[in-house]
C-alpha cells in the first residue's frame, strides 16, 4: 500500500544506473571536492528534462516518468556573497555514461529547447564571475 505511493508521488528521479553510478556519481563527487575546496558557499540547482514516452507502468498505467536528461548547475561564492565560480552538466538517462560539462549560459541554452516559456538566468546575474 503505502510502496504503490511511490509509483504516484515522487521526489526520486529514475536515473539509468550505468549513469547513476558511473559518471553521473564521478561528476556528482567531484563537484563536491570543488565546493569543499574553493566555495564559502555553493548553490545548486537540479533538475531532469522528461521524456516523451518513457515511463514506469503499475498496473497499465503510466505512473512515473524516466527522464530523457538529468541535469545540475552551481554558483560558487566567496565570504562576502561574490560569485567566484560557476558551471552546469547534463547527462543524457541512458546506457551512453557521458557527463556534459556547460557553463551556465549554454545551460539556459539546453532548457530553453525543451520549455515552451523563456528560460532565464539560473542564478541572480547568472552567477557571473
Known sequence: ?????????TNVVP???TTNQNA???????????FEERCHQAFVLVGAIPSSNNWI??????????????????CCVDQNGRPILSGAATALNTEMNVVVERTLDEMVDFLQQYSDVPVNDLFSGQCRV
Open 57 to 74: 507502468i503499475k498496473n497499465n498505467v503510466k505512473r512515473v516518468n524516466i527522464p530523457e536528461y538529468v541535469w545540475n548547475a552551481y
Open 24 to 34: 553521473w556519481a564521478s561528476h556528482e563527487s567531484k563537484l563536491t571536492n570543488l
Open 1 to 9: 500500500p503505502s510502496r504503490n505511493a511511490t509509483f504516484t508521488l
Open 15 to 17: 536515473q539509468n544506473p
